[in-house]
Nanobody, 125 residues
Framework: QVQLVESGGGLVQAGGSLRVSCAAS????????IGWFRQAPGKGREFVAT????????DYKDSVKGRFTVSRDNAKNTVYLQMNSLEPEDTAVYYC??????????????????WGQGTQVTVSS
């Protein structure tokens, strides 16, 4: 199993920045990707970004490209999501998740097996 713990959420004004972290433990070597998802009140969980732990290849939701950056520190078993130029529409609970199966698309929540508890990000206008 893989255990994931998010941290770093908070309240920020529009145009500001936040960095959220995802610390992984357990069988981390079994994970292909760590993804970031978010869920706003009354909405479904949506893909934000993902990073392949081996190659470092990243992918992003179109609306966050150029504003968000996902990175990894393999020595610390930690993945980061740097969020700049935040907008009120970015307000949500942010979750990280581990994809340990080869099958499944990297932007689908169903492809990820292990999830953190989430961290709240609130952007005020």
């Amino acid at each position: 199993q893989v255990q994931l713990v998010e941290s770093g959420g908070g309240l920020v004004q529009a145009g500001g920045s936040l960095r959220v972290s995802c610390a992984a433990s357990g069988r981390t070597f079994s994970a292909y990707n760590i993804g970031w998802f978010r869920q706003a009140p009354g909405k479904g969980r949506e893909f934000v970004a993902t990073i392949a732990l081996g190659s470092g290849i990243t992918d992003y939701k179109d609306s966050v490209k150029g504003r968000f950056t996902v990175s990894r520190d393999n020595a610390k078993n930690t993945v980061y999501l740097q969020m700049n130029s935040l907008e009120p529409e970015d307000t949500a609970v942010y979750y990280c998740a581990a994809k340990t199966r080869y099958s499944g698309t990297i932007d689908s929540p169903n492809a990820y097996d292990y999830w953190g508890q989430g961290t709240q990000v609130t952007v005020s206008s």
